[in-house]
Protein backbone atom coordinates (compact mmCIF):
# COMPACT_ATOMS: atom_id res chain seq x y z
CA UNK A 1 0.00 0.00 0.00
CA UNK A 2 1.67 3.38 -1.02
CA UNK A 3 0.95 6.52 1.43
CA UNK A 4 -0.98 9.55 0.70
CA UNK A 5 -0.59 13.23 1.68
CA UNK A 6 -3.16 13.08 4.55
CA UNK A 7 -2.77 9.58 5.42
CA UNK A 8 -2.88 8.79 9.15
CA UNK A 9 -1.67 5.34 10.28
CA UNK A 10 -1.78 3.98 13.66
CA UNK A 11 0.59 0.52 14.67
CA UNK A 12 1.31 -1.12 17.57
CA UNK A 13 3.99 0.21 20.27
CA UNK A 14 6.01 -2.76 21.81
CA UNK A 15 7.57 0.02 23.63
CA UNK A 16 4.61 1.62 25.23
CA UNK A 17 2.30 -1.58 24.53
CA UNK A 18 -0.51 0.68 22.74
CA UNK A 19 -1.06 1.95 19.51
CA UNK A 20 0.94 4.97 18.29
CA UNK A 21 -0.28 7.26 15.31
CA UNK A 22 1.48 9.30 12.31
CA UNK A 23 0.38 11.46 9.67
CA UNK A 24 1.70 11.64 5.55
CA UNK A 25 2.20 15.34 5.28
CA UNK A 26 4.24 15.57 2.00
CA UNK A 27 5.16 12.85 -0.94
CA UNK A 28 8.69 13.66 -3.23
CA UNK A 29 8.85 11.79 -6.25
CA UNK A 30 12.23 10.13 -7.42
CA UNK A 31 14.60 12.17 -10.16
CA UNK A 32 15.80 9.04 -11.30
CA UNK A 33 14.38 5.56 -12.06
CA UNK A 34 16.38 3.72 -9.31
CA UNK A 35 15.01 6.52 -6.41
CA UNK A 36 11.84 5.10 -4.75
CA UNK A 37 8.40 7.61 -3.84
CA UNK A 38 8.98 8.76 -0.39
CA UNK A 39 6.77 10.08 2.19
CA UNK A 40 7.32 12.45 4.93
CA UNK A 41 5.65 11.23 7.99
CA UNK A 42 5.12 13.56 10.99
CA UNK A 43 4.76 11.91 14.25
CA UNK A 44 1.63 12.14 16.32
CA UNK A 45 1.27 12.89 20.05
CA UNK A 46 -1.32 9.95 20.65
CA UNK A 47 -1.24 6.59 22.16
CA UNK A 48 -4.42 4.32 23.07
CA UNK A 49 -5.40 1.08 23.96
CA UNK A 50 -7.09 0.04 20.81
CA UNK A 51 -6.84 1.79 17.35
CA UNK A 52 -8.24 4.94 16.76
CA UNK A 53 -11.51 6.06 14.57
CA UNK A 54 -11.60 9.24 12.34
CA UNK A 55 -13.42 11.34 15.02
CA UNK A 56 -10.71 10.57 17.13
CA UNK A 57 -8.19 11.05 14.82
CA UNK A 58 -9.19 14.27 13.73
CA UNK A 59 -8.31 15.76 17.30
CA UNK A 60 -4.56 14.41 17.01
CA UNK A 61 -1.74 16.95 17.57
CA UNK A 62 1.96 16.81 16.18
CA UNK A 63 4.29 15.31 18.66
CA UNK A 64 6.44 18.28 20.32
CA UNK A 65 9.78 16.55 21.50
CA UNK A 66 11.19 18.69 24.33
CA UNK A 67 13.45 15.92 25.85
CA UNK A 68 17.14 16.36 26.77
CA UNK A 69 18.54 18.94 24.11
CA UNK A 70 15.35 19.42 21.88
CA UNK A 71 13.11 22.34 21.51
CA UNK A 72 9.52 22.01 20.90
CA UNK A 73 10.67 20.20 17.57
CA UNK A 74 8.74 18.14 15.37
CA UNK A 75 9.83 14.59 14.62
CA UNK A 76 9.14 14.50 10.77
CA UNK A 77 11.17 12.82 7.85
CA UNK A 78 10.92 11.22 4.67
CA UNK A 79 10.76 7.55 4.35
CA UNK A 80 10.10 5.40 1.77
CA UNK A 81 6.45 5.71 0.59
CA UNK A 82 5.38 2.19 1.09
CA UNK A 83 3.58 1.64 4.09
CA UNK A 84 4.80 -1.41 6.08
CA UNK A 85 2.93 -3.71 7.36
CA UNK A 86 1.00 -3.95 10.61
CA UNK A 87 0.15 0.09 9.98
CA UNK A 88 -3.54 0.75 9.78
CA UNK A 89 -4.92 3.57 7.71
CA UNK A 90 -7.35 5.00 10.37
CA UNK A 91 -8.56 8.95 8.27
CA UNK A 92 -7.45 11.22 5.61
CA UNK A 93 -7.56 14.25 6.75
CA UNK A 94 -6.02 17.90 6.26
CA UNK A 95 -2.24 17.47 6.93
CA UNK A 96 -1.37 19.19 10.32
CA UNK A 97 1.86 20.55 9.02
CA UNK A 98 2.71 22.03 5.61
CA UNK A 99 6.29 23.49 6.06
CA UNK A 100 8.85 21.90 3.81
CA UNK A 101 10.49 19.04 5.43
CA UNK A 102 14.47 18.35 4.66
CA UNK A 103 15.05 15.80 7.01
CA UNK A 104 15.51 11.84 5.71
CA UNK A 105 14.75 8.66 8.14
CA UNK A 106 15.96 5.59 7.97
CA UNK A 107 12.28 3.57 8.87
CA UNK A 108 9.18 4.58 9.22
CA UNK A 109 9.82 3.83 13.34
CA UNK A 110 6.47 5.41 14.62
CA UNK A 111 6.38 5.98 18.45
CA UNK A 112 9.83 6.32 19.24
CA UNK A 113 10.26 9.67 19.79
CA UNK A 114 6.64 9.41 21.89
CA UNK A 115 8.68 6.64 24.05
CA UNK A 116 11.71 9.30 24.97
CA UNK A 117 9.13 12.11 25.31
CA UNK A 118 6.78 10.35 28.18
CA UNK A 119 10.42 8.67 29.67
CA UNK A 120 11.63 12.54 29.80
CA UNK A 121 8.51 13.67 31.31
CA UNK A 122 8.51 11.23 34.17
CA UNK A 123 12.29 12.68 35.32
CA UNK A 124 11.82 15.29 38.06
CA UNK A 125 11.14 18.99 36.41
CA UNK A 126 13.38 20.55 38.98
CA UNK A 127 16.34 18.21 37.26
CA UNK A 128 15.08 18.53 33.70
CA UNK A 129 15.01 22.67 34.40
CA UNK A 130 18.34 22.06 35.27
CA UNK A 131 19.70 20.08 32.67
CA UNK A 132 18.07 22.92 30.14
CA UNK A 133 19.62 25.52 31.91
CA UNK A 134 23.13 24.03 31.93
CA UNK A 135 25.63 25.82 29.21
CA UNK A 136 28.56 25.50 27.17
CA UNK A 137 29.72 28.48 28.18
CA UNK A 138 30.18 28.04 31.65
CA UNK A 139 32.69 25.74 33.10
CA UNK A 140 32.92 23.59 37.02
CA UNK A 141 35.71 21.96 38.67
CA UNK A 142 35.63 18.23 38.79
CA UNK A 143 38.18 16.10 40.51
CA UNK A 144 40.58 18.96 40.11
CA UNK A 145 40.02 19.48 36.15
CA UNK A 146 37.77 21.92 34.16
CA UNK A 147 34.83 20.98 32.48
CA UNK A 148 32.00 22.74 30.56
CA UNK A 149 28.70 23.19 32.57
CA UNK A 150 26.90 21.17 29.92
CA UNK A 151 29.04 17.86 29.15
CA UNK A 152 27.37 14.81 28.19
CA UNK A 153 30.10 12.37 28.63
CA UNK A 154 33.51 11.08 31.02
CA UNK A 155 35.63 8.10 30.68
CA UNK A 156 37.91 6.64 33.46
CA UNK A 157 39.80 10.59 33.23
CA UNK A 158 38.20 12.12 35.34
CA UNK A 159 36.36 9.31 37.05
CA UNK A 160 39.36 8.01 38.77
CA UNK A 161 40.70 11.74 40.06
CA UNK A 162 37.59 12.07 42.18
CA UNK A 163 37.70 11.87 46.02
CA UNK A 164 33.44 11.99 45.74
CA UNK A 165 30.93 11.16 42.87
CA UNK A 166 28.98 13.68 44.23
CA UNK A 167 31.30 15.59 42.30
CA UNK A 168 29.43 14.48 39.21
CA UNK A 169 26.04 16.31 40.13
CA UNK A 170 28.19 19.39 38.94
CA UNK A 171 27.87 18.14 35.37
CA UNK A 172 23.74 18.30 34.92
CA UNK A 173 23.62 16.77 31.73
CA UNK A 174 25.94 13.94 32.19
CA UNK A 175 24.62 11.07 29.77
CA UNK A 176 27.29 8.97 29.01
CA UNK A 177 30.20 7.31 31.44
CA UNK A 178 32.95 5.39 30.49
CA UNK A 179 34.82 3.24 32.94
CA UNK A 180 37.37 0.15 33.09
CA UNK A 181 37.29 0.20 36.94
CA UNK A 182 33.71 0.03 37.74
CA UNK A 183 32.40 0.24 41.39
CA UNK A 184 29.46 -0.45 42.94
CA UNK A 185 29.38 3.12 44.30
CA UNK A 186 29.41 3.98 40.93
CA UNK A 187 26.05 1.72 40.56
CA UNK A 188 24.46 3.79 42.89
CA UNK A 189 25.74 7.07 41.51
CA UNK A 190 23.89 6.00 38.05
CA UNK A 191 20.51 4.71 40.01
CA UNK A 192 20.06 8.25 41.28
CA UNK A 193 20.86 10.36 38.07
CA UNK A 194 18.17 9.19 35.55
CA UNK A 195 19.92 11.35 32.49
CA UNK A 196 22.59 8.96 32.44
CA UNK A 197 21.43 6.48 29.36
CA UNK A 198 24.30 4.99 28.32
CA UNK A 199 27.03 3.13 30.70
CA UNK A 200 30.29 1.62 28.80
CA UNK A 201 31.76 -0.76 31.50
CA UNK A 202 34.56 -3.18 33.02
CA UNK A 203 35.29 -4.58 36.74
CA UNK A 204 37.87 -6.65 38.28
CA UNK A 205 35.59 -6.48 41.36
CA UNK A 206 31.97 -6.99 40.58
CA UNK A 207 30.68 -9.91 39.43
CA UNK A 208 26.76 -9.23 39.42
CA UNK A 209 25.73 -6.30 37.90
CA UNK A 210 22.51 -4.61 38.86
CA UNK A 211 21.19 -2.03 37.05
CA UNK A 212 17.54 -2.67 37.29
CA UNK A 213 16.88 0.87 38.63
CA UNK A 214 18.44 2.86 36.49
CA UNK A 215 17.16 4.45 33.12
CA UNK A 216 19.70 3.53 30.85
CA UNK A 217 19.19 2.49 27.25
CA UNK A 218 22.43 1.45 26.28
CA UNK A 219 24.72 -0.82 27.77
CA UNK A 220 28.27 -2.02 26.64
CA UNK A 221 29.58 -4.37 28.81
CA UNK A 222 32.73 -5.80 29.14
CA UNK A 223 31.33 -9.62 30.76
CA UNK A 224 34.97 -11.02 31.58
CA UNK A 225 34.32 -11.91 35.32
CA UNK A 226 30.81 -11.17 35.35
CA UNK A 227 28.18 -14.11 36.38
CA UNK A 228 25.30 -12.51 35.96
CA UNK A 229 23.77 -8.59 34.91
CA UNK A 230 20.30 -7.52 36.06
CA UNK A 231 18.77 -5.39 33.54
CA UNK A 232 16.68 -2.28 33.61
CA UNK A 233 12.99 -2.16 31.32
CA UNK A 234 13.90 0.84 29.36
CA UNK A 235 17.18 -0.54 28.21
CA UNK A 236 17.10 -1.24 24.28
CA UNK A 237 20.78 -2.38 23.52
CA UNK A 238 23.04 -4.60 25.24
CA UNK A 239 26.13 -4.66 23.76
CA UNK A 240 28.54 -7.45 24.63
CA UNK A 241 32.61 -6.77 23.79
CA UNK A 242 33.56 -10.12 24.58
CA UNK A 243 32.51 -13.46 25.11
CA UNK A 244 30.91 -14.17 28.56
CA UNK A 245 32.20 -17.17 30.58
CA UNK A 246 29.92 -20.17 30.96
CA UNK A 247 26.99 -19.96 32.82
CA UNK A 248 26.64 -16.27 31.96
CA UNK A 249 22.88 -15.11 33.71
CA UNK A 250 21.22 -12.46 32.07
CA UNK A 251 17.41 -11.08 33.76
CA UNK A 252 15.96 -9.03 31.57
CA UNK A 253 12.41 -7.24 31.33
CA UNK A 254 9.85 -9.35 29.76
CA UNK A 255 12.91 -11.59 29.31
CA UNK A 256 14.38 -9.41 26.96
CA UNK A 257 10.98 -9.24 24.24
CA UNK A 258 12.28 -5.30 23.55
CA UNK A 259 16.24 -5.35 23.80
CA UNK A 260 18.50 -5.75 20.93
CA UNK A 261 22.11 -7.76 21.80
CA UNK A 262 25.01 -7.19 20.24
CA UNK A 263 27.66 -9.16 19.85
CA UNK A 264 30.65 -9.73 17.71
CA UNK A 265 31.68 -12.50 15.93
CA UNK A 266 29.69 -15.29 17.18
CA UNK A 267 26.21 -15.86 19.36
CA UNK A 268 27.06 -16.22 23.08
CA UNK A 269 26.16 -18.64 25.02
CA UNK A 270 24.26 -17.24 27.83
CA UNK A 271 20.96 -17.85 30.16
CA UNK A 272 18.06 -16.10 30.04
CA UNK A 273 16.83 -13.18 27.19
CA UNK A 274 14.41 -16.13 25.89
CA UNK A 275 12.23 -13.82 24.32
CA UNK A 276 14.83 -11.55 22.82
CA UNK A 277 13.77 -9.03 20.35
CA UNK A 278 16.79 -8.28 18.16
CA UNK A 279 19.99 -9.84 17.40
CA UNK A 280 23.19 -7.88 15.95
CA UNK A 281 26.15 -9.95 15.28
CA UNK A 282 29.78 -8.00 13.81
CA UNK A 283 32.39 -9.46 12.50
CA UNK A 284 31.12 -12.65 11.44
CA UNK A 285 33.28 -15.10 10.11
CA UNK A 286 30.89 -17.99 10.28
CA UNK A 287 27.30 -18.62 11.56
CA UNK A 288 24.85 -21.34 11.67
CA UNK A 289 21.42 -20.30 12.10
CA UNK A 290 20.23 -22.93 13.08
CA UNK A 291 21.25 -22.75 16.66
CA UNK A 292 20.54 -19.31 16.48
CA UNK A 293 16.84 -19.79 15.66
CA UNK A 294 16.73 -22.35 18.36
CA UNK A 295 17.57 -20.19 20.59
CA UNK A 296 16.11 -16.99 20.15
CA UNK A 297 12.59 -18.33 18.88
CA UNK A 298 10.76 -14.04 19.08
CA UNK A 299 13.40 -12.52 17.78
CA UNK A 300 11.58 -9.78 15.21
CA UNK A 301 15.10 -8.37 14.43
CA UNK A 302 18.25 -10.06 12.72
CA UNK A 303 21.50 -8.29 11.80
CA UNK A 304 24.70 -10.04 10.71
CA UNK A 305 27.87 -8.30 9.11
CA UNK A 306 30.14 -10.44 8.06
CA UNK A 307 33.92 -10.24 8.11
CA UNK A 308 33.31 -11.38 5.44
CA UNK A 309 31.44 -14.43 6.78
CA UNK A 310 29.80 -17.67 5.80
CA UNK A 311 26.42 -18.73 6.67
CA UNK A 312 24.52 -22.09 6.78
CA UNK A 313 21.20 -23.13 7.30
CA UNK A 314 19.85 -19.68 6.25
CA UNK A 315 16.15 -21.55 5.48
CA UNK A 316 15.83 -21.89 9.13
CA UNK A 317 14.85 -18.33 8.74
CA UNK A 318 11.41 -19.08 7.85
CA UNK A 319 10.97 -20.36 11.43
CA UNK A 320 10.84 -17.08 13.24
CA UNK A 321 7.36 -15.64 12.48
CA UNK A 322 7.54 -12.42 14.16
CA UNK A 323 10.38 -11.33 12.47
CA UNK A 324 10.23 -7.82 10.58
CA UNK A 325 13.77 -6.83 9.42
CA UNK A 326 16.72 -9.01 8.35
CA UNK A 327 20.00 -7.48 7.24
CA UNK A 328 23.12 -9.11 5.85
CA UNK A 329 26.17 -7.85 5.23
CA UNK A 330 29.13 -9.58 3.76
CA UNK A 331 27.89 -12.40 3.96
CA UNK A 332 28.28 -15.81 1.95
CA UNK A 333 28.07 -19.76 1.58
CA UNK A 334 24.35 -20.09 0.04
CA UNK A 335 22.25 -19.66 -2.55
CA UNK A 336 19.30 -18.42 -3.56
CA UNK A 337 16.97 -21.37 -3.22
CA UNK A 338 18.41 -21.61 0.63
CA UNK A 339 16.29 -18.21 1.79
CA UNK A 340 12.41 -18.05 2.82
CA UNK A 341 9.92 -16.75 0.33
CA UNK A 342 7.94 -14.04 1.06
CA UNK A 343 5.02 -15.88 2.27
CA UNK A 344 7.08 -18.08 4.93
CA UNK A 345 7.71 -14.62 6.20
CA UNK A 346 4.66 -12.74 6.45
CA UNK A 347 5.38 -9.77 8.77
CA UNK A 348 8.98 -8.95 7.02
CA UNK A 349 8.97 -5.38 6.74
CA UNK A 350 12.61 -4.79 5.97
CA UNK A 351 15.38 -7.28 3.73
CA UNK A 352 18.38 -4.94 3.49
CA UNK A 353 21.18 -7.44 1.50
CA UNK A 354 24.70 -5.51 0.86
CA UNK A 355 27.72 -7.18 -0.60
CA UNK A 356 26.18 -11.33 -0.62
CA UNK A 357 26.02 -13.69 -3.41
CA UNK A 358 25.41 -12.76 -6.87
CA UNK A 359 22.56 -15.28 -7.82
CA UNK A 360 20.96 -14.54 -4.29
CA UNK A 361 20.61 -10.27 -5.50
CA UNK A 362 18.59 -11.57 -8.81
CA UNK A 363 16.25 -13.94 -7.02
CA UNK A 364 15.35 -12.01 -4.34
CA UNK A 365 14.96 -8.90 -6.63
CA UNK A 366 12.17 -10.74 -8.54
CA UNK A 367 10.94 -12.97 -5.74
CA UNK A 368 9.99 -10.09 -3.51
CA UNK A 369 9.35 -7.53 -6.10
CA UNK A 370 5.59 -8.09 -5.05
CA UNK A 371 6.43 -7.43 -1.27
CA UNK A 372 7.46 -4.02 -2.22
CA UNK A 373 3.97 -3.44 -3.29
CA UNK A 374 3.02 -3.65 0.30
CA UNK A 375 5.24 -2.60 1.73
CA UNK A 376 8.39 -3.95 1.90
CA UNK A 377 11.49 -1.80 2.23
CA UNK A 378 13.60 -3.58 -0.15
CA UNK A 379 17.54 -2.65 -0.39
CA UNK A 380 19.56 -5.47 -2.31
CA UNK A 381 23.07 -4.13 -3.01
CA UNK A 382 26.88 -5.22 -4.34
CA UNK A 383 25.75 -8.05 -5.58
CA UNK A 384 29.43 -10.31 -5.44
CA UNK A 385 30.28 -13.09 -7.96
CA UNK A 386 32.54 -16.59 -6.67
CA UNK A 387 35.48 -14.45 -8.32
CA UNK A 388 35.37 -11.01 -5.85
CA UNK A 389 34.62 -13.75 -2.94
CA UNK A 390 37.71 -15.59 -3.97
CA UNK A 391 40.13 -12.22 -4.29
CA UNK A 392 38.44 -10.21 -1.43
CA UNK A 393 38.13 -12.75 1.38
CA UNK A 394 41.25 -11.44 3.22
CA UNK A 395 40.88 -7.72 1.74
CA UNK A 396 40.39 -5.06 4.57
CA UNK A 397 39.25 -2.60 2.59
CA UNK A 398 36.92 -4.62 0.06
CA UNK A 399 33.79 -2.16 1.58
CA UNK A 400 35.70 0.34 -0.88
CA UNK A 401 34.24 -1.92 -3.35
CA UNK A 402 30.76 0.29 -4.02
CA UNK A 403 30.96 3.28 -2.20
CA UNK A 404 29.69 6.05 -3.86
CA UNK A 405 32.50 8.72 -4.20
CA UNK A 406 35.23 5.50 -4.67
CA UNK A 407 35.44 3.97 -8.36
CA UNK A 408 35.88 0.31 -8.65
CA UNK A 409 39.84 0.88 -9.96
CA UNK A 410 40.70 2.43 -6.85
CA UNK A 411 39.48 0.08 -4.46
CA UNK A 412 41.42 -2.53 -6.22
CA UNK A 413 44.61 -0.12 -5.49
CA UNK A 414 44.00 -0.12 -2.00
CA UNK A 415 43.82 -3.84 -1.72
CA UNK A 416 47.02 -4.41 -3.23
CA UNK A 417 48.58 -1.50 -1.28
CA UNK A 418 47.44 -3.94 1.55
CA UNK A 419 48.69 -7.34 -0.27
CA UNK A 420 52.24 -5.56 -1.05
CA UNK A 421 52.17 -4.49 2.86
CA UNK A 422 51.36 -8.36 3.96
CA UNK A 423 53.91 -9.52 1.46
CA UNK A 424 56.66 -7.32 2.53
CA UNK A 425 56.70 -8.10 6.45
CA UNK A 426 55.20 -11.55 5.99
CA UNK A 427 58.61 -13.34 6.52
CA UNK A 428 60.52 -11.05 8.59
CA UNK A 429 62.04 -12.55 11.04
CA UNK A 430 65.00 -11.36 13.70
CA UNK A 431 67.86 -11.89 11.52
CA UNK A 432 67.30 -9.41 9.35
CA UNK A 433 67.40 -5.74 9.64
CA UNK A 434 63.89 -4.99 10.56
CA UNK A 435 63.88 -1.36 10.88
CA UNK A 436 65.00 -0.83 7.39
CA UNK A 437 62.44 -3.35 5.84
CA UNK A 438 59.41 -1.54 7.61
CA UNK A 439 60.36 1.34 6.71
CA UNK A 440 60.32 0.50 3.45
CA UNK A 441 56.86 -1.54 3.34
CA UNK A 442 55.16 1.69 5.19
CA UNK A 443 56.75 4.14 2.65
CA UNK A 444 55.29 2.29 -0.27
CA UNK A 445 52.15 1.77 1.92
CA UNK A 446 51.66 5.11 2.53
CA UNK A 447 52.74 6.39 -0.71
CA UNK A 448 49.70 4.55 -2.30
CA UNK A 449 47.27 6.09 -0.92
CA UNK A 450 48.96 9.35 -1.54
CA UNK A 451 49.04 9.01 -5.23
CA UNK A 452 45.02 7.24 -4.58
CA UNK A 453 44.49 10.43 -3.28
CA UNK A 454 45.69 12.57 -5.62
CA UNK A 455 43.85 11.21 -8.44
CA UNK A 456 40.69 10.78 -6.26
CA UNK A 457 40.21 13.04 -3.68
CA UNK A 458 38.36 9.57 -2.61
CA UNK A 459 40.26 9.45 0.75
CA UNK A 460 37.89 10.88 3.92
CA UNK A 461 38.01 10.76 7.39
CA UNK A 462 35.98 7.25 7.15
CA UNK A 463 39.09 6.05 4.42
CA UNK A 464 41.95 7.58 6.38
CA UNK A 465 41.06 5.99 9.58
CA UNK A 466 40.95 2.78 7.97
CA UNK A 467 44.67 2.78 6.05
CA UNK A 468 45.44 3.82 9.65
CA UNK A 469 43.67 0.58 11.11
CA UNK A 470 45.32 -1.92 8.84
CA UNK A 471 48.49 -0.09 8.97
CA UNK A 472 48.09 -1.65 12.92
CA UNK A 473 46.80 -5.08 12.01
CA UNK A 474 49.79 -5.09 10.24
CA UNK A 475 52.41 -4.35 12.79
CA UNK A 476 51.35 -4.83 15.97
CA UNK A 477 51.07 -8.52 15.12
CA UNK A 478 54.72 -8.98 14.20
CA UNK A 479 55.88 -6.86 17.20
CA UNK A 480 54.45 -9.65 19.37
CA UNK A 481 55.81 -12.42 16.60
CA UNK A 482 59.58 -11.00 17.22
CA UNK A 483 58.78 -10.43 20.72
CA UNK A 484 58.48 -14.19 21.25
CA UNK A 485 62.02 -14.75 18.86
CA UNK A 486 63.34 -12.74 21.90
CA UNK A 487 64.05 -9.36 19.63
CA UNK A 488 62.40 -5.78 20.58
CA UNK A 489 62.60 -4.51 17.02
CA UNK A 490 59.69 -2.97 15.97
CA UNK A 491 59.44 0.73 17.17
CA UNK A 492 55.46 0.82 15.76
CA UNK A 493 55.77 4.86 17.23
CA UNK A 494 58.44 5.71 14.82
CA UNK A 495 56.19 4.30 12.17
CA UNK A 496 53.28 5.40 12.79
CA UNK A 497 55.11 8.88 12.95
CA UNK A 498 56.48 8.56 9.60
CA UNK A 499 53.24 7.43 8.18
CA UNK A 500 51.72 10.58 9.58
CA UNK A 501 54.81 12.57 8.16
CA UNK A 502 54.34 10.71 4.43
CA UNK A 503 50.53 10.90 3.89
CA UNK A 504 49.16 13.37 2.32
CA UNK A 505 45.46 12.30 2.42
Request: aromatic share 8%; with cysteine.
Amino acid sequence: MQANVGDIYSVFSPQLQQYVACQVTHLRQPTNSKDKLLAAILQLDWAGDHLPDRAEASRMQPLRCSYYFLKERLDQGYVPACVPPGHVLIANLPPLEENEVSTYKFGWDVGDSLVRQRSWEKIDPVRRAQFKAASGARNVMVGGQTLRENTTRINDSVLQSLTDLSELDRLPCLMTLETSQGTPELIAYIQQHPFINELHWQSAVVSEIDVEATRLSRFILHPEGVSRVRLNPDLSLLSLTAMPSSGFQVDAHQEGRNLCLQCSQCLPILQGLDRLGALSLTGVKEIDLAPVVERFPCLTELRIWGNPGLVTHVQRIAALPQLQMLTFSDIFGFAASDFPSPEQLPNLSSLWMTSVPFDVVSSLRTAYKRATTRGLDLSLSKARKPEWLAENLHNPFRDWDGREHISGTYARKAALAYKNLRAATHNIDSSMDVAALLTAAVTAYTEAFNLIDRRSKAIETVEREEIYSVLFNVLNPLEQTLGKQGASLVNQPRLYQLFDQLREF
